[in-house]
């Protein structure tokens, strides 16, 4: 079982930054994929970025390679989502997601792949 809880949201105009955080407790943290996905007002919930619970394999939506990066550390049980060159269009509430596994360098894209959800965290950017 793994509880997740993200932070970090707010509002900031376009070009700014933004770190997520998103907390987990639970014991399979260590060897649980994790991603991030977000869902704007009217759209489907989609994928963002993804992490292999090694850290050392992740994955990126197009709309946001290079320009956010997932990251982790299992010491604390977080997994991070650095925002930059933000946009309006990444408004969206952002999610954080995990997925048990035992396949260490495997990262999962899909919003069915994942077992457990956070709450979400909003992010608003204004032109």
């Known amino acids: 079982q793994v509880q997740l809880v993200e932070s970090g949201g707010g509002s900031v105009q376009a070009g700014g930054s933004l770190r997520l955080s998103c907390a987990a407790s639970?014991?399979?943290?260590?060897?649980?994929?994790m991603g991030w996905f977000r869902q704007a007002p009217e759209k489907e919930r989609e994928f963002v970025a993804g992490?292999?619970?090694?850290?050392?394999?992740?994955s990126y939506a197009d709309s946001v390679k290079g320009r956010f990066t997932i990251s982790r550390d299992n010491a604390k049980n977080t997994v991070y989502l650095r925002m930059t060159s933000l946009k309006p269009e990444d408004t969206a509430i952002y999610y954080c997601?995990?997925?048990?596994?035992?396949?260490?360098?495997?990262?999962?894209?899909?919003?069915?792949?994942?077992?457990?959800w956070g709450q979400g965290t909003q992010v608003t950017v204004s032109s």
């Open positions: 997601a995990a997925k048990a596994t035992f396949l260490g360098s495997t990262y999962y894209t899909r919003t069915a792949d994942f077992d457990y």
């Open positions: 639970g014991r399979t943290f260590g060897t649980a994929a």
């Open positions: 992490v292999s619970w090694s850290g050392g394999s992740t």
